[in-house]
């Protein structure tokens, strides 16, 4: 089945500075590769997403980069902030096959990013 | 919030008792899923369904079942509680890319 590695597992930046987390998978078929942060106390959101057939995808301060030959996968985030602090995790899933239960995300052990003011 | 609600929010239990915890969703996503959250392990899938009564095993399904009756209510059971499932239990629903959350149950098993 899919694996997939996070790292680091901690990282701790200056408010301003860059944040960048990197992932890897295992299975070539995986196509979809969405990033959820998770606030203290809170649910994780999905803040970014990028599908196998598109190697970059920018929204404002995040970016995501796929590398599909090296099965690794990225996000950027720019002039952190310190609301940017949280847990962030990637995952991995195959969309779009015809039989049940194809939606099944595997999820990375998370980075725990802190932003200092 | 999505229309995920999740219930009880805290329990606390003893070793050997059943627990069934709820899932409701009121946006009529197709997929449920639920997973539990540990240090250092992130998001470990339990069990999902893919519709009303069809409902697989994650990688960590050992020790729990599901039971889906309905589009907007996913249950999850311990049949008989363990210390190692004390954890937080988070479920989530979605139609095929992003899943949206539930608030989480918090479950110590003592």
């Known amino acids: 089945g899919e694996n997939v590695e996070q790292h680091p597992s901690t990282l701790s930046v200056q408010e301003g500075d860059s944040a960048v987390i990197k992932c890897t998978y295992s299975d070539s078929a995986s196509n979809y590769f969405p990033w959820y942060k998770q606030e203290l106390g809170k649910r994780p959101q999905l803040i970014i997403d990028i599908r196998s057939n598109v190697g970059e995808k920018k929204d404002q301060r995040i970016a995501v980069t796929l590398n599909k030959t090296a099965k690794h996968f990225s996000l950027h985030i720019t002039e952190t902030q310190p609301e940017d602090s949280a847990v962030y995790f990637c995952a991995a899933s195959i969309l779009g096959l015809t039989q049940g239960g194809s939606e099944k995300l595997v999820f990375g052990k998370g980075t725990k990013l802190t932003v200092n003011p | 919030d999505a229309g995920i609600t999740q219930s009880p929010r805290h329990k606390v239990t003893e070793t050997g008792t059943p627990v069934t915890l709820r899932c409701h969703q009121t946006?009529?996503?197709?997929?449920m899923y639920w997973y539990r959250q540990d240090p250092g392990h992130g998001l470990r899938l339990i069990h999902y369904s893919y519709g009303v009564k069809d409902t697989d095993k994650g990688e960590v399904s050992d020790g729990y079942s599901v039971s889906r009756s309905k589009t907007e209510d996913f249950l999850l059971t311990l049949e008989s509680a363990t210390s190692s499932q004390t954890s937080v239990y988070f479920c989530?629903?979605?139609?095929?890319?992003?899943?949206?959350f539930g608030p989480g149950t918090r479950l110590t098993v003592t």
């Open positions: 946006e009529n996503h197709r997929y």
């Open positions: 989530a629903a979605g139609g095929g890319t992003e899943q949206y």
